[in-house]
């Protein structure tokens, strides 16, 4: 059975950097997509971007140019770097496997507050 | 950005009642390969969203009978048959089709 685990800060300062790193157990990190998406608390799911196993990436416009995510076949993990995080960065962090046919595997979740 | 837009916001459901939510998009969803991405999840309180159904009708492995889709163009809909007290939570479409994808704003359903 296919698992996720996300593990990071949950808090970071306003300005700095967020990095949160999810770890792929019971399967293959080969051969598939790996995305974060992200709920601000009480809101709607917002999906970041992906990187597939070949190195493939794609984000979301609205986070572009601050966004980074990255694939660690050997380790079995893929990793998400936020830059210049506001207080409207705060929400429920996802990693999941998947891309156009939405997520079969979803980690549990964690939360990330930006506050000084 | 496609909007995507579920209705209505919130259901309140007796048990063993059947319950439909509705889900627009504001531009076609039809991919270059002929496919349609539209999916359904089902969040319960405090976990991670769950997919449902992928490319408009099809359930994943383990999803119960009583959750079905349907829908072409821009309109889609998530049937349950008979609504059981697991079925709580808020239900979001998604669609894959045109990037950057997106969810709606999700439908909250609790029993009656």
């Known amino acids: 059975q296919v698992q996720l685990q996300e593990s990071g800060p949950g808090l970071v300062k306003p300005s700095e950097t967020l990095s949160l790193t999810c770890t792929v157990s019971?399967?293959?990190?080969?051969?598939?997509?790996w995305s974060w998406i992200r709920q601000p608390p009480g809101r709607g799911l917002e999906w970041i971007g992906y990187?597939?196993?070949?190195?493939?990436?794609n984000y979301n416009p609205s986070l572009n140019s601050r966004v980074t995510i990255s694939v660690d076949m050997s380790r079995g993990q893929f990793s998400l770097k936020l830059t210049s995080v506001t207080a409207a960065d705060t929400a429920v962090y996802y990693c999941?496997?998947?891309?156009?046919?939405?997520?079969?595997?979803w980690g549990p979740g964690t939360l990330v507050t930006v506050s000084s | 950005d496609v909007v995507m837009t579920q209705s209505p916001l919130s259901l309140s459901v007796t048990l063993g009642q059947p319950a439909s939510i509705s889900c627009r998009s504001s531009?076609?969803?039809?991919?270059?390969?002929?496919?349609?991405?539209l999916n359904w999840f089902h969040q319960r309180p405090g976990q991670s969203p769950r997919r449902l159904i992928y490319?408009?009708?099809n359930r994943d492995s383990g999803v119960p009978d009583r959750f079905s889709g349907s829908g072409s163009g821009t309109d889609f809909t998530l049937h349950i048959s008979r609504v059981e007290a697991e079925d709580v939570g808020v239900y979001y479409c998604?669609?894959?089709?045109?990037?950057?994808?997106?969810f709606g704003q999700g439908t909250k359903v609790d029993i009656k």
């Open positions: 999941g496997r998947g891309e156009r046919l939405g997520f079969d595997y």
């Open positions: 019971g399967g293959s990190i080969s051969g598939y997509y």
């Open positions: 990187n597939n196993f070949r190195g493939s990436v």
């Open positions: 531009r076609g969803l039809v991919y270059s390969d002929g496919n349609i991405f």
């Open positions: 490319m408009i009708s």
């Open positions: 998604m669609q894959g089709t045109h990037w950057p994808w997106t």
